[in-house]
């Protein structure tokens, strides 16, 4: 199935099979549940567009680019056991919640990565998840009202980019390991209750690029054996206030 030019979904709709948004087509939905194939396409500079309002669900298949989709509402990556591969930029203006299980950015065409950039007031939530890369990947949380959170045990293996926003741990037990290589830009803040971890890297071979401050509100624990340094001819500083540790890191 094609949208042409401009169409909506709403209601609950399951989608089983493909759907492809030709370029500039714009399709808005609502009240969406992805268990096949939904495509935002593109033809030179014209591309195809989705726009995600209201409560939508992705459980299984792929969503695919290298057009945009557009998250304005709740979008649900998971809970399920079937593949999910998220093979497109993802605008994330609202909250994105990636929750239970295995789940793929990117895909085998370098052309397509597998892109969820949060801005704004946007929400990145990870609830019991394990996020992989199946090609080019990359998550970026930007902006001092943007939010990457986390409850349960999750692990971040994408590279990722974090600027001027803040990290959040929430929930007893809480677990959260960044196990890829990471970028963190301008003040940044950590927020790990009692009880809870952040693990920075599994191990030194990680590289962690501190551009700026992180600043951490920890009652919990922080373990980093990732590879902390500042880019060249720049200074990090990081800055714990629960044990009232600042290190600052220069290029050398």
């Given at each position: 199935?094609?949208?042409?030019?401009?169409?909506?979904?709403?209601?609950?709709?399951e989608?089983?099979?493909?759907?492809?948004?030709?370029?500039?087509?714009i399709?808005?939905a609502?009240?969406?549940?992805?268990?096949?194939?939904?495509?935002?396409?593109?033809?030179?500079q014209e591309?195809?567009?989705?726009?995600?309002?209201?409560?939508?669900?992705?459980?299984?298949?792929?969503l695919?680019?290298?057009?945009t989709?557009?998250?304005?509402?709740?979008?649900?990556?998971?809970?399920?056991?079937?593949?999910?591969?998220?093979?497109?930029?993802?605008?994330?203006v609202?909250?994105?919640?990636?929750?239970?299980?295995?789940?793929?950015?990117?895909?085998?065409?370098?052309?397509?990565?597998g892109?969820?950039?949060?801005?704004?007031?946007?929400?990145?939530?990870?609830?019991?998840a394990?996020?992989?890369?199946?090609?080019?990947?990359?998550?970026?949380?930007?902006?001092?009202?943007?939010v990457?959170?986390?409850?349960g045990?999750?692990?971040?293996?994408?590279?990722?980019?974090?600027?001027?926003?803040?990290?959040?741990?929430?929930?007893?037990?809480?677990?959260?390991?960044?196990?890829?290589?990471g970028?963190?830009?301008?003040?940044?803040?950590?927020?790990?209750?009692?009880?809870?971890?952040?693990?920075?890297?599994?191990?030194r071979?990680?590289?962690?690029?501190?551009?700026?401050?992180?600043?951490?509100?920890?009652?919990?624990?922080?373990?980093?054996?990732?590879?902390?340094?500042?880019?060249?001819?720049?200074?990090g500083?990081?800055?714990?206030?629960?044990?009232?540790?600042?290190?600052?890191?220069?290029?050398?």
């Amino acid at each position: 199935l094609r949208v042409r030019r401009s169409g909506s979904l709403e209601g609950n709709v399951e989608l089983g099979g493909t759907l492809r948004v030709a370029p500039g087509a714009i399709l808005v939905a609502e009240g969406l549940t992805v268990r096949g194939t939904l495509e935002a396409q593109r033809e030179g500079q014209e591309e195809g567009r989705v726009v995600l309002r209201g409560q939508n669900s992705f459980l299984q298949g792929a969503l695919l680019g290298p057009g945009t989709l557009r998250n304005e509402g709740l979008l649900r990556i998971g809970p399920s056991d079937p593949l999910k591969y998220v093979c497109a930029t993802v605008e994330n203006v609202a909250t994105v919640r990636l929750e239970g299980g295995d789940i793929y950015f990117g895909c085998t065409n370098p052309n397509i990565p597998g892109v969820l950039r949060t801005t704004g007031q946007g929400v990145v939530e990870l609830v019991g998840a394990h996020v992989h890369p199946a090609g080019v990947a990359q998550l970026v949380v930007e902006g001092s009202e943007a939010v990457l959170r986390a409850g349960g045990n999750n692990r971040l293996n994408v590279g990722f980019t974090l600027r001027q926003t803040t990290l959040r741990l929430e929930g007893q037990g809480a677990r959260m390991q960044l196990n890829a290589d990471g970028r963190f830009e301008g003040e940044n803040r950590l927020e790990v209750g009692e009880g809870m971890t952040l693990v920075l890297g599994p191990t030194r071979e990680r590289v962690l690029q501190l551009d700026g401050t992180l600043v951490g509100e920890v009652r919990g624990q922080v373990q980093l054996w990732a590879n902390l340094q500042a880019p060249e001819g720049k200074t990090g500083t990081l800055r714990l206030t629960g044990q009232g540790l600042q290190l600052s890191l220069i290029h050398i």
